[in-house]
Each structure stands twice: as structure tokens, then as C-alpha cells.
């Protein structure tokens, strides 16, 4: 147990110095950080001065040890752009999409793992096949495309919903909710549906797949010739067998969720994180991109732990498997 | 003898397989109107939209021909900037292929490469792709296609963006495809390698490289088709939402995820032809992709039959 945790972590470690190493090259060898900084009047001589006192001119090794240092006491240093701090920028931007990801998930797996148990059990019915097509268009359709639609289609032609920005926000601390006002329920509803639309044809569709390959295995054959009523032999016996594999899709679906909220919130104007990196590549932000890089990875590494260590906990096969070793 | 009789037998059992499915064929029919339409924009297209002589403004936002003020000699109107939209769609589907195209053929000969390389030599080698693979895997493929992107536009001087767009797009969405095609290729070399011809090319001494381009690739193939397809739509896709968010193929050049957010912006005046006719050619031509792909996975994997 202790020896498989470990292992996982150091792995996690190794990932993230690996991408704090892509982070740092790219804050500092893309783009001059003092030509950023100072006007086209600055002389030769200041600008070595600053050089010299951020400490640009020390060994690259020193270099990266003092970003790493910087990164994790959360001091991510200034925007090319705004002049801001990163960190702040960051923070006043992210309970905009950690809020909007949460809806998105959960319009995702509630819809989605029914539909999914449903059509995997009415194999070849109508609605099931009706269903199916539909995820098939679902999954066709880009995230992007199904967000202009909803916009055309509750905002233009039927004006009852709000198409851009997150509406009245309720500040808690320094974490801004939309939660808490009819205004920004609303808000929410349009941009949370568009990223959780693709995620639903996802999710559906992989549960669907394994509960097929479970509903074929040899004991529910067994079950079935048993004679056990089949809310309990899909229920207690099928479907908690895929819930290994539905514990993976979660995983996969946050990182779908933050990748696409990218995406989401460029269409709707959200004002999360997505936007503000997508703002960062436009205008050549290195600072910017460099730290969502290495906050992003940090969320996909803790989301994988997360996924692993429940493995363990759930699946006895994982458990014993590392025991063997 | 045997790989190519075997080869055979596969290759008419696909065929005869896509013969008895009605919704493959259509969407081999589709796909190839895209590919056909595409190639000869230059010929079939009524207007040139890169021709700036030709655009005239006071043709800018015209509606399709069979509405009231449509215009006739504009089938599916205008956008903006008075460019003929389906000419604009037929270029900016050109573009897309192009892009989706060229990037998926990176990807996979790279994927393809490291891959085979990975499962046959095992070793360090193995261990340090499949560690990068992992990595990579967990990040989706539109974040990694963004990085590569931003940082390209970092790196390259701003005049050269523009012209440099296309080979940028091409190795951003190539580099956050490739692993999908190196994991394959790694398993299924795995798989190969223990079996006898492999063992006997072995034991005759044959180069090593030789086995795995002669011997090896051309019984791996059929899982790689498979992939080689699915990600062509999503590579299409791809190319679209970059262009879409503004930092794909630059403004002035029609692809299909430009067109779209052209008309996003003229959605709220009601001018929906402009985003309506670039979203369903995209749409369409992914979803005549992703259906060839499903056939070809149905169809090349036993378990399913």
C-alpha cells in the first residue's frame, strides 16, 4: 500500500518537474523578459543593471531552482500585458471556471450514466438507437458550433437566457459564486450545457461499452439462468462492476472539462481561466502561459492520483497486484 | 505467400463488408465530395475569395439567393466582406483538409515510427516513449495543439506569423496527436514480434530494420487504418477550434473555423447564414469521418463480429 502510494507520487513529482521545466524554458528563453519590461528609451547599461539584479545573468541551473522556489511560494511574478500580478489574475479568475466545470460535470454524469445503463440494456430498441445517434452527432458536433447554436437559439430567437459574461456574482471572500443569484444561475445554464453536452455523449457512451462487455460475462449468464430479477442483476450485479471504469471517465472528463472550458468560455465571454490563457497566447503573455501551464498540470496530476488511489481502494485485483510485488 | 494471401482474404472481407453497409458507403460518398470539392476550389468555385479585385463591399452580407433579398449570382450569400460564401466554404474546407491532412500525416508517421521502434527494441527506449506518452495522454489534445501554438508564436517573429500559420497549425495538432498512433503501433509490434516469421527473419539474420518495415509494418497496419481515420476527424476538428478561437490559420484566409467566427459576430443581427453553412460543411464532413472510422473498427475487430 504504502510502497504503491509512493511510487505514484514520486512518479507525480516527476511530471511536474518535468513540466516546471518546459514552464521555465519557455519563461525564459521565449521572448527577452527584460525587453518586456523596460521602454524602447531604457539604456544599454540600465538594462544590464536589471539583468543583473533579477538575477538573469546567474547559471541556468540556479535559474530554474529559483523559479521552482517562486513557484511553490506561489509567486508567479507580473503579467507582459496588464502589468498585474499573475497569481491575482489567476485567483480572481478561477472560482469562474472551477464553478462552471462543477455544473458541467454533473449535467454530464447524470444524464450521461443513465442513458448510458439504458442503452446498454435496451439494445437495439428505438429510443436506444434514437439515443445513439444522437451521441454519434453529439461527439461530430464542435464545442464551439453547439454553443453558437444555443446562443442563436435561447438568446437571439428566444431571448430568455443571457449569452456572455457570468451575470450578478455574490462575493465570498475573495471567491466570487454566480451560485447564490437568479441572474447568474441563468447565466450559467447556457455555457455549462454547451461544455457538458460533448462530455454527456462521452460519458454515455463508455458506460454503454462496458456494461455491454460486462452484461456478456459468464456470471451474469449464470445470474440470468438463476433466475434473479433484472433490476438486480443490471443494478447489484452489472453495473457496479463498471464502476471501475466510470471512476476512469470522471478523471478524463475533468481534464476534458478544463481543456474545453478554453473553448466554452472564449464563446460565451466567460470570465474564467480559459480565457484569460487564451488572451496569454494571443498577446505572447509568457508569464501567463508559462504559470497556467504549470497550475493546469498540477490539477491533471492531482486528478490522476486521485483516480489511481481509488483503484486501489475499490478494485482488490489492483491491491493484490501491488502486494505481489 | 501468406501475408499476401491473408492480406487478400482481409482486404475482400472489408470490401465485401463495405458493400452490405449502406451508411458507409454514404459517408465515403460524402467524404469524397469534401475531398473533391476541396482539390478543385480553384476550378468549380464561381469567385475567387483571395482575389481582392473581384470582392466588391457593397455586396457584404447578402442573404442566400432563395431569400427575399437574396442575389442570384451568390447561391448561399455573402459574408462581411462581400466574398461569395460558398466559394469562401469550398477554399476554407481546402484549407481544413489541408491542414487536418497534413498534420495527421505527421503525427502518424511519427507515432508510427517511435512506436514500432518502442515495441521492437523494448528497453530504456520503450520505457522513456511510453513515459512521455503518459504524460501526454493525460493532457487533452486541444491544450496541448494551444501550448504549441502560443509558444510557436512566441518564438517566431511576428511579420512571418502569417505565413508561417499553416506549418505551425500542422505540427501543433501533428505533435498532440502522435501518441495514439505510437501506442498502437507499440502494442501491436509487441504482439508480432513473438510470432514465428518475425522469429525466423530473426534467426536468418535479416537487419533489423528490415524486419520492421518489410515484416512488421504491413501486419500492423489494420489497427493504425483504424486510428489513422478517427483522428483525421479530430484533427479537422481541431484545426477548426484553434482557427475559431483566433489563433489558428490567420483571419484574411477562409478555413472553416474563421468563416465560423466571422459569423458569430453578425449572429445577434440576425445575419445566420454566415455561421450556418461553414458550422454544417464542418459538421457533415466530420461526421461522414467518424462514421468511416467506426465502420473500420467494427469491421477490422473480430471480438465484434
Known amino acids: 500500500m504504502l510502497t504503491f502510494i509512493s511510487r505514484r507520487l514520486l512518479q507525480s513529482l516527476f511530471v511536474m518537474l518535468a513540466v516546471s521545466l518546459i514552464a521555465f524554458a519557455l519563461f525564459r528563453f521565449v521572448g527577452d523578459p527584460v525587453a518586456q519590461m523596460v521602454g524602447q528609451e531604457t539604456s544599454i547599461e540600465d538594462q544590464e543593471r536589471i539583468r543583473e539584479r533579477l538575477g538573469l545573468n546567474d547559471s541556468i541551473p540556479t535559474q530554474f531552482v529559483r523559479f521552482i522556489g517562486k513557484l511553490a511560494s506561489a509567486d508567479f511574478g507580473y503579467s507582459y500585458r496588464t502589468r498585474q500580478p499573475v497569481s491575482e489574475m489567476i485567483l480572481t479568475r478561477l472560482p469562474a471556471t472551477l464553478e462552471l466545470g462543477f455544473v458541467s460535470l454533473l449535467i454530464s454524469l447524470l444524464i450521461g450514466i443513465p442513458a448510458g445503463i439504458y442503452t446498454a440494456i435496451k439494445r437495439g430498441g428505438a429510443l436506444a438507437n434514437t439515443l445513439l445517434v444522437t451521441t454519434l452527432v453529439g461527439i461530430s458536433i464542435p464545442t464551439f458550433v453547439i454553443g453558437i447554436f444555443l446562443i442563436y437559439l435561447f438568446g437571439v430567437k428566444l431571448g430568455w437566457l443571457p449569452t456572455f459574461g457570468r451575470g450578478d456574482t455574490i462575493a465570498l471572500g475573495w471567491w466570487k459564486t454566480s451560485f447564490l443569484t437568479l441572474d447568474g444561475l441563468k447565466s450559467m445554464l447556457l455555457p455549462a450545457l454547451t461544455l457538458g453536452v460533448y462530455q454527456l455523449t462521452l460519458t454515455m457512451r463508455l458506460v454503454r461499452a462496458e456494461m455491454q462487455d460486462v452484461l456478456k460475462t459468464d456470471y451474469i449468464k449464470f445470474a440470468t439462468a438463476r433466475g434473479i430479477n433484472y433490476r438486480s442483476l443490471y443494478f447489484n450485479h452489472a453495473f457496479r462492476n463498471t464502476l471501475i471504469p466510470v471512476i476512469t471517465i470522471i478523471g478524463l472528463q475533468l481534464g476534458g472539462i478544463i481543456a474545453f472550458s478554453i473553448v466554452t468560455e472564449s464563446v460565451f465571454q466567460w470570465p474564467g481561466m480559459g480565457l484569460l490563457f487564451l488572451d496569454s497566447i494571443r498577446y505572447v503573455d509568457i508569464p501567463v502561459m508559462s504559470v497556467y501551464l504549470v497550475l493546469i498540470a498540477m490539477m491533471f496530476v492531482i486528478i490522476n492520483l486521485i483516480v489511481d488511489m481509488l483503484y486501489f481502494f475499490i478494485d482488490p485485483r489492483v491491491r493484490l497486484a501491488s502486494e505481489a510485488n | ?305
Open chain 2, 1 to 305: 505467400m501468406f501475408t499476401a494471401l491473408r492480406r487478400y482474404a482481409i482486404e475482400n472481407e472489408l470490401l465485401y463488408l463495405f458493400l452490405h453497409n449502406r451508411i458507409a458507403q454514404l459517408a465515403a460518398l460524402v467524404a469524397l465530395l469534401c475531398l473533391g470539392g476541396a482539390a478543385l476550389a480553384p476550378w468549380i468555385a464561381p469567385y475567387d475569395p483571395y482575389d481582392i479585385a473581384s470582392i466588391d463591399l457593397l455586396d457584404s452580407l447578402l442573404p442566400p439567393a432563395w431569400s427575399e433579398d437574396g442575389d442570384t449570382r451568390f447561391i448561399i450569400g455573402t459574408d462581411d466582406q462581400g466574398r461569395d460564401l460558398f466559394s469562401a466554404i469550398l477554399y476554407g474546407t481546402r484549407l481544413s483538409l489541408l491542414v487536418g491532412l497534413l498534420s495527421i500525416g505527421f503525427a502518424s508517421i511519427l507515432g508510427i515510427t517511435v512506436g514500432v521502434l518502442a515495441g521492437y527494441l523494448g528497453g530504456r527506449f520503450d520505457s522513456i516513449v511510453m513515459r512521455i506518452a503518459d504524460v501526454q495522454l493525460s493532457l487533452p489534445a486541444i491544450l496541448t495543439a494551444l501550448l504549441i501554438d502560443g509558444i510557436a508564436r512566441g518564438i517566431l517573429p511576428r511579420e512571418s506569423h502569417d505565413n508561417l500559420m499553416i506549418v505551425v497549425l500542422t505540427i501543433a495538432i501533428g505533435l498532440s496527436l502522435w501518441v495514439n498512433f505510437a501506442r498502437t503501433a507499440r502494442a501491436s509490434t509487441f504482439v508480432e514480434k513473438s510470432k514465428e516469421y518475425v522469429q525466423a527473419a530473426i534467426i536468418m539474420g535479416m537487419h533489423p530494420l528490415r524486419i520492421m518495415v518489410v515484416h512488421i509494418l504491413p501486419n500492423i497496419l489494420g489497427p493504425l487504418m483504424v486510428i489513422l481515420t478517427i483522428d483525421l476527424a479530430v484533427a479537422i476538428l481541431l484545426e477548426a477550434t484553434l482557427s475559431f478561437l483566433g489563433v489558428g490559420v490567420p483571419p484574411n484566409q477562409p478555413s472553416l473555423g474563421t468563416l465560423i467566427r466571422i459569423g458569430t459576430e453578425y449572429l445577434f443581427s440576425g445575419e445566420w447564414w454566415v455561421v450556418l453553412f461553414p458550422s454544417l460543411t464542418l459538421i457533415i464532413m466530420i461526421v461522414a469521418v467518424n462514421i468511416l472510422g467506426d465502420f473500420l473498427r467494427d469491421a477490422l475487430n473480430p471480438r465484434l463480429r
